[in-house]
């Protein structure tokens, strides 16, 4: 029955393009369904408002492929937004940005020690993060809202609120930091370290690859990443919340692995973590585009992950039902 | 070997040493800081403390199993809402109107039933596709949570019955019926992991699953059993704990799943499966609980709650490594 | 079960089986038979099929057609618990245990007995357990954690396996790579007790002295075709390899014939903990140093010191008359240190990665265009060595856990030699590598060597050391027991100094 | 001190609101020497505040205040407390009618009349600019589940239809008292509806996402209207940008929490709805208000 699955082309094609393949049958359901959603001013909205979960997706992709978790991103980006709005009226944009980036890079570098240099257990270290992080946060902000004094008379709204080219900020951060990232993992050397600690961490020791300090870079990177977000978010709302980025780790990951990243390490691309984002991000728009509550969106998501990933995963085995007893 | 099977005993020990350090801390602490003239190892505090240990400890031990056995569920959370409304919901029920005081079974087995064909759904999913647990229940916890919203929309969904709060309140030779769960729970897993077939292959199956699956062991079914399992003990921690409160919100138990995860590790199940004790996960969930309890005792904030229990977290984990690093000369890998 | 089976009727029957993966016809038609009470040895290169013809009785595979028939019945074996009721019991090529389960629970893995509502009958369980282990003259007990015995030993309880059951067959997929010669011993025992019960053995193995020893019959494979069937009395190791291969072997030890160069590497008095101690020995260039030893005997862990993967405890090492710090892999690749270990799918591989980009992966950060690596480069070195080592993959692109065992090993060995290192140490370098491959392995080594390469060579098989070294190194139990050059060196005196029962042997101990 | 009291409070830190109530309480304990209180915070879930009502109850305080996770999860603990003759004070959002015999009283503001007057606001508004046959509201409301939300949403969409029949509610999402996935909700919506007249949003801090994301479109002449007016509320009212919210001051209802305990302990006769006053607030009126603090 399983069998001539493999050999079908089908089978071959979802393989390589399952989740592309995915994405198009949705855009054209809701594309049907609502013909607004296909206009252009909701297209660049959806994207404009993926991009503070795509780029923290780009940083947590290095993390996954070099076989480790990052569940601490979200509370991670509410501390950076936190902290350069509270900074901005402090020392002025132009200090705060580069001291934010700073801080939230030691936040990195201590969860990349941890992990990478102590080589304890990912999960668990950053759910202690998430946890510790937001502590530090609400010490930070004294659990207040942070807002700009002045909101009109900063230029620090440009990258959340202005557009170059006709295309909004925000968008262009994203779309320069994935071609960057993207070269970084699939063209560098850097990149190749990155896959082979994930795929088998004692192999690439063994071959003179330093292990810890590539886990670490990876979560330096993620927490760039986040500081990027945070910035963006900041930028955005000129004002925030200390929970703004609660609760995004988990959609984070979901976009990831919805590109179809295992959580074994070893596999994944840029491109397809900004396919899994786009995902999460148009189906979110496509329902509430619809009417249904917010929680069918729940619902979707949870039968989309789990179809594009198996239809993954069976086209790689070469048959649909797993061969376990 | 002498030495190995004594540093493995240490491991064991450990969790309780450190409850026993949190005891000793909070008292101390707590003479100088507390505001509260009651002792804070007194007695009534400490059986408190069980029976509030209560509904993420039942979960804990269920976690505790599927983590034994390789996988993780991230969903409990959710059934534990939905079972509640369940439960709550079906009291009220035309149905069932004529039953008197006996509604309150049925809707406690509706609402049990409802866990294990959540946990069914994980199991099955995990069996036939072949996808990681991981993934699946983490789609799961959105899943369900969006399924308990449909039942009631954003609404809470409450029924007060005073003879089940009253049950529920009980005191049984000075033990809450909550700890009276608790307790069973213990027992029941400790019996079923240690003597009985499954138990031991749900082990092998964690263990070296490649292993398992040549010895012929059906490791699907088992995992199955499993995600029942924990299925059945989420709706049985709603189950004790909205008899007492009757009404629950739609987004009660969120941030369960990773309570239980941290309990059951603070206890020394082995992340990857294979090792793992249920006696040892229940002192991970009353350390949790005791931390709580005491940071609120000596007067911590909300801001330190929060980083106290990440960073205590991580300091577990890392004793537990030096505990585990080997004579020198050690691989470097 | 007592229902005579006479001989002439065979335990077991393949008939035409083809299997195919992706991009690999793995088995094409084989059919042979065994009988009860006959070893019947299965031989082939790497990558001939063996493993995969064996996971397709034992029910891990499904083949594409073909029958499987047991005792004059056509059976499907849709899983190993099938194939385990249908009688066929598996010993597998790498070990399949839990390391957390007692010895017992992983004998009896997926059939513990069990007494009412699926409580497990420990009594019982502990009982046959102990027999079994009386029977394999183990000195370890039921109630060990598998965890805590040594690899052979683990391979001892692997084996017990074999005695649970009322087999009709059980296959060995090469049991003795790790075991001593004591423990193949006992092996050899179990096996010709289960011959006299009547069962049938396959026997997997590419060590010929053993399928002469212990075999009836040889069946031959060869790129997943069945070659023939050989009564072991009536043939030669010529003949074998002749059907393996398809030519002749050269199995004349290689006499060096070249000058030795200055001492590349010296190691003095070097100790680390209690796994070796008091260690010195030289190696010069365009020489071949062997270390011989049991399993366990700690020649690894010096492999792995020189490699910076252990600190050391004492001593130091000397490259090139300059003492040297080599405190991570790193360090000793930039010394000129390559390390071929002893685990290629632990330590050697990234399974997932493709074979390229494996071979390449210690000097990736070199082989780079601007910021990028250079695919030209990297396709080049894969190229040169997939030529000279005659590696057998349909395109660098495969992956490289979808290589027979022999064909990884070979992209590791490629791997450190496209570093032109100036000490090659190789661990246990033919281990699970067929004839043909070995021959041109050690001859590699020699060419090595000839180029002015310092080589140290692991191995735990006899031959090997004998065929490829200079100069061998016994090891016993962490300590150096003699030094003997290839002149002098006999099997009995070389077998005598890794016992512990050499003249240096009272002092050491 | 003479009192010992007890409070556990329902999610300090999600937002400046709850953050600015656990600091004026604190104050308002520290500022007076008969009272010392044990401060606690359930972080949302209401097991934990179970567990620390059953703590205070152990640790035998004089009065216990709670503001609730949950409205009617709590009843039984609370009734627990009573049984231990402990008087409990509930603060800023009720619990359910069935509780009422066990708590002396409760302090705090009244959402439904919060959410009716925002419906008045909004209205009013429409009125005056003559739109209030044809006017389109969308509505975000607070975090599914909490008794806030549900009430305010609960007192705008009942009192709404009394005012201006014929303003028709387009759809309700929820926001999460959070300012961000309100901006979220509010893109969706602009796509989605050409005409929106009107935003009701559940506080102040969602009211604001909702407004950036509808400057963020170009989407002008749009009546902003929430509830806890926050300081961005003010700030943006100031500006012109936001039309009106409810003035609701948690200084003033920690204050009143307090108070209402101590005059419980005091033997005083205190009414057993002790609500604060929660004017409207308006571009019109907004000079009579000083700046929220949070
Ligand atoms: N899961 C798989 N997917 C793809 N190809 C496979 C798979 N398993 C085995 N092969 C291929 O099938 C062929 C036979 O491999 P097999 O492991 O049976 O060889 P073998 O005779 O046991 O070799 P060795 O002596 O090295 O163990 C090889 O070419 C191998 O690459
Ligand atoms: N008690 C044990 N538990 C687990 N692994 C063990 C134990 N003892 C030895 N080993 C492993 O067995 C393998 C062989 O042992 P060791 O490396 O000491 O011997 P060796 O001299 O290198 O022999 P060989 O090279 O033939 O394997 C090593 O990988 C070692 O880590
Ligand atoms: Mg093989
Ligand atoms: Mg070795």
Known sequence: MAGGFSRSNIGGLLAKQGILIAFVIFMIGFTIANERFLAPENVMGVVRSSAILGVMALGVTFVVISGNLDLSVGSMMSFSTIVVLDLHDKIGPALAIPAMFAMTLCLGAFIGFLVGYLKLNSLIVTLGMLSAIHGLTLTYSGGKNMDIADKDGTWFAVFGQSSALGIPVPILIFGLLAAVLGMVLAKTPFGRKVYAVGGNGVAATFSGIRRARVVFTCYLLSAFCVATAGLIQASRSLGSQNTVGQGLELEVLAAVILGGASLLGGSGTIFKTIVGVLILGFIQNGLLLVGLQFYAQYVVTWVIIILAVWLDIAAKRGRLLSPIA | MNNESRTRLIKKGAIWGFILFELVFFSVAGSYLSLSESAFMDLDNMLLLLKQSAPIGIIALGMTIIMINGNIDLSVGATYALAAIVMLDSMTWPVFAGFGDWVIPVSWILALMTGVALGAVNGLIVWKTGVDAFIVTLGAMLGYRGLVFMYNGEEPTSHLNWTLVDFAEAQFLGLHTATWFLLAVVGGLWFLMNRTVHGRNAYAIGDNREAAVNAGIRVGPHMMINFMLIGFLAALSAVVFYSESGSVNPNDGELFELWAITAVVLGGTKLTGGAGSIVSTLGGVIAIQLLRKGLGYIGAGTETVNLVIGLILIAVLFLDRQLNIKAKGELKV | ?509 | AEYRIGITQNNVGVDSYQTTYDQSFKEAVEANDSVEAVVLDAGGDVARQIAQIEDLIQQQVQAIIIWPTNGEAVIPAVRKAKNAGIPVIVTNSNIAEAGFDFVKSFSGPDNITQGSRSAEIMCDKFKEMGIETTAQVVQISGQPGYTTAIERQKGFDDRLPEVCPDVTVLETQPGDWNREKSQKVMEAFLVKYDKIDGVYAGDDNMGVGALNAAKAAGREGIIFVGATNFAVGYEAMEKGEYWGSIYQSPVDDAKAALKTAIDVLDGKEVPFLNYFDTPKITQDNMSNFTKPVF
Request: proline share 3%; aromatic share 6%.
């Open chain 3, 1 to 509: 079960m007592s229902e005579q089976v006479s001989a002439s009727v065979p335990a077991l029957r393949l008939e035409a089986i083809v299997k195919t993966f992706p991009g690999v016809r793995a088995l094409d038609g084989v059919s042979f038979d065994v009988m009860p009470g006959e070893v019947h040895a299965l031989m082939g290169e790497n990558g001939a099929g063996k493993s995969t013809l064996m996971k397709v009785l034992g029910g891990i595979h499904q083949p594409d057609s073909g029958r499987i028939i047991v005792s004059e019945t056509p059976v499907k074996m849709s899983s190993p618990l099938e194939a385990k009721h249908k009688g066929i019991v598996f010993i597998h090529q790498e070990l399949s245990l839990a390391k957390e389960l007692t010895v017992a629970e992983n004998i009896y893995l997926g059939e513990l007995p069990r007494k009412r509502f699926g409580l497990v009958d420990w009594q019982a369980l502990f009982d046959k357990t102990n027999t079994i282990l009386q029977r394999l003259k183990v000195g370890f007990d039921a109630r060990t954690r598998v965890g805590d015995l040594s690899i052979a030993n683990q391979q001892m309880v692997e084996i017990a396996r074999a005695l649970t059951h009322e087999a009709k067959a059980v296959i060995f997929d090469e049991p003795t790579a790790s075991l001593t010669d004591a423990e193949k011993t006992v092996l050899f025992e179990v096996i010709d007790d289960l011959k006299s019960h009547g069962v049938g053995i396959i026997y997997i193995s590419h060590r010929m002295e053993e399928i002469f020893k212990i075999t009836d019959r040889i069946s031959v494979l060869r790129d997943g075709q069945y070659r023939g069937t050989l009564e072991t009395a009536e043939t030669t190791e010529e003949d074998i390899t002749q059907l393996m291969i398809g030519r002749k072997l050269d199995l004349t030890r290689h006499a060096s014939d070249h000058e030795l160069g200055e001492v590349a590497l010296e190691v003095k008095g070097l100790s680390c903990g209690s796994l070796y101690k008091d260690i010195s020995f030289k190696v010069r260039a365009g020489e071949v140093v062997g270390f011989y030893g049991l399993v366990g005997a700690g020649r690894t862990e010096i492999a792995e010191t020189l490699f910076g993967l252990r600190t050391p405890t004492g001593g130091c090492i000397v490259l090139e008359g300059q003492e040297v710090e080599i405190s991570s892999p790193v360090d000793a690749i930039n010394l000129g240190i390559s390390l071929v270990p002893e685990n290629r799918k632990e330590q050697g591989l990234v399974l997932g990665m493709n074979c390229r980009d494996n071979m390449t992966l210690p000097q990736v950060s070199d082989l780079t265009a601007g910021p990028f690596v250079s695919d030209g480069a990297e396709i080049a070195i894969f190229d040169h060595y997939y030529d000279k080592l005659e590696i057998k993959t349909p395109s660098w692109k495969q992956q490289a856990g979808n290589l027979s065992g022999g064909n990884q090993q070979k992209i590791v060995i490629g791997k450190w030699l496209s570093m032109h290192p100036k000490v090659l140490i190789v661990d246990e370098p033919t281990r699970g590598i067929d004839v043909g491959s070995k021959s041109e392995i050690h001859k590699l080594i020699r060419d090595l060597a000839s180029q002015g390469y310092a080589v140290v060579v692991i191995s735990s098989e006899m031959p090997e050391v004998l065929q490829v070294s200079d100069r061998i190194v016994a090891m016993y139990s962490g300590r150096i027991m003699r030094e003997f050059t290839s002149e002098e060196v006999t099997e009995d005196s070389l077998i005598q100094a890794i016992s512990g029962l050499g003249d240096n042997s009272g002092q050491a101990a």
